[in-house]
């Protein structure tokens, strides 16, 4: 089944056209990755896909949980938020002096609309357990349940990922949008962020839409490959049928 699909998408800056006639589609269940150099579109298509940018041209369509498929083209991003896409760093940033435990809740106390420094002022009641019951159970999906007491400004780099991740998670994403998701990661943590992306992929069937640039990585990892170049799509496929995609090459290594 297919959870998103843009068909034809165009978008212009002045005279430039960032997105030239962009389609793709993101199957339900599987972690997509779109690659491409630097400039080639891909942080514009998440942000019209994420309601930052009307398209000038091109459609957005979503399948809700009900199975119905709707058009979200130039809808506000809260509104795209709420119906189950969410892009990490859509949610407000890390609160760095917070515990990992206390991000997490922050995240669900801002869906309520309160206040953090009033929810942590107020008394725990039986909301509160419940709440911090789901963030335990995400902490330890993304393996940071050792750290649920430490501050956020303590985490290594890699950890920093999981946190963001952990908080869509408790945001309820059905497409999770990872942009970047390994940028400034060292090697070994990279491959656990990963790793982690994938089991959350198949043990609570969420999809992942994944942006990155180092595909050495990446491609170990995904489902399907989207590639991008000059705002337009170039090739997709399966991992290895992208990677040894002529055009794809040419792009990469300069033929
Ligand atoms: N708000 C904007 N105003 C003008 N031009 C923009 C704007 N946003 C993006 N662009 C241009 O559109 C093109 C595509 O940018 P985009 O950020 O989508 O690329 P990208 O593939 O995400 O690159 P990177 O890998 O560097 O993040 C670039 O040439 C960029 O300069």
Redo the contacts with the bound molecule.
């Keep these: 089944m297919v959870l998103l699909v843009t068909k034809g998408i165009v978008k212009q800056?002045?005279a430039?056209r960032?997105?030239d006639g962009v389609d793709v589609e993101i199957e339900k269940g599987r972690v997509t990755l779109i690659i491409?150099?630097?400039?080639?579109?891909?942080?514009?298509?998440?942000?019209v896909i994420t309601g930052v940018?009307k398209p000038e041209a091109g459609r957005v369509f979503y399948t809700k949980p009900d199975g119905k498929m709707i058009d979200i083209t130039g809808w506000p991003p809260h509104k795209i938020f709420e119906i189950g896409i969410v892009r990490t760093f859509q949610i407000p940033q890390i609160f760095q002096k917070l515990t990992v435990l206390e991000n997490l809740l922050a995240v669900a106390r801002g869906q309520r609309g309160e206040s953090v420094i009033s929810a942590l002022l107020k008394n725990w009641v039986k909301e509160e357990e419940e709440l911090a019951r789901r963030a335990f159970g995400i902490l330890k999906a993304v393996r940071l349940i050792d750290k649920w007491d430490v501050p956020a400004y303590l985490l290594s780099a890699g950890e920093m990922k999981l946190l963001e991740l952990a908080r869509a998670l408790m945001a309820g994403a059905n497409l999770i949008i990872l942009?970047?998701p390994i940028a400034g990661v060292p090697v070994d943590q990279a491959h656990e962020v990963f790793k982690i992306v994938r089991d959350i992929n198949k043990q609570q069937n969420v999809t992942f839409l994944v942006?990155e640039?180092r595909i050495d990585i990446a491609f170990k990892y995904v489902d399907y490959v989207y590639a991008?170049a000059s705002?337009k799509v170039i090739a997709k496929g399966l991992p290895e049928e992208v990677a040894n995609d002529p055009k794809v090459k040419e792009v990469y290594i300069g033929g």
């Design positions: 800056f002045g430039f960032a997105l491409g150099p630097n400039g080639s579109g891909k942080t514009t298509l998440v942000n940018y942009d970047e942006i640039h991008m705002g």
